[in-house]
Nanobody, 110 residues
């Protein structure tokens, strides 16, 4: 059974930190995307097939993606209001095809 369990979103002040986690079963967790209201879903940080990391330019130096077995983490530091979005975990099914988590809200506001 394919399942993604996300956690760690919330409300934080500008300059603060949050850590998201995504535990995958029946699939291989790959990374994080985000979608702000009225905008398309965009890549935040992912692992490539070769195990390297890939970051959006807007988060480089502030966000760090890591992986422990089949749980993927996103450490977000120095958060900005423009980081406000619903963050989605992305994984690949063992038989192929993308899987998406239910999304977790991150709000950066004073």
């Amino acid at each position: 059974q394919v399942q993604l369990v996300e956690s760690g979103g919330g409300l934080v002040q500008p300059g603060g930190s949050l850590r998201l986690s995504c535990a995958a079963s029946g699939s291989i967790a790959r990374g994080w995307y985000r979608q702000a209201p009225g905008k398309q879903r965009n890549l935040v940080a992912t692992f490539t097939r070769g195990g390297n990391t890939n970051y959006a330019d807007s988060v480089k130096g502030r966000f760090t993606i890591s992986r422990d077995k089949n749980t993927v983490y996103l450490q977000m530091n120095r958060l900005k209001p423009e980081d406000t979005a619903v963050y989605y975990c992305n994984a690949v099914r063992l038989g192929g095809g993308d899987v998406w988590g239910q999304g977790t809200q991150v709000t950066v506001s004073s």
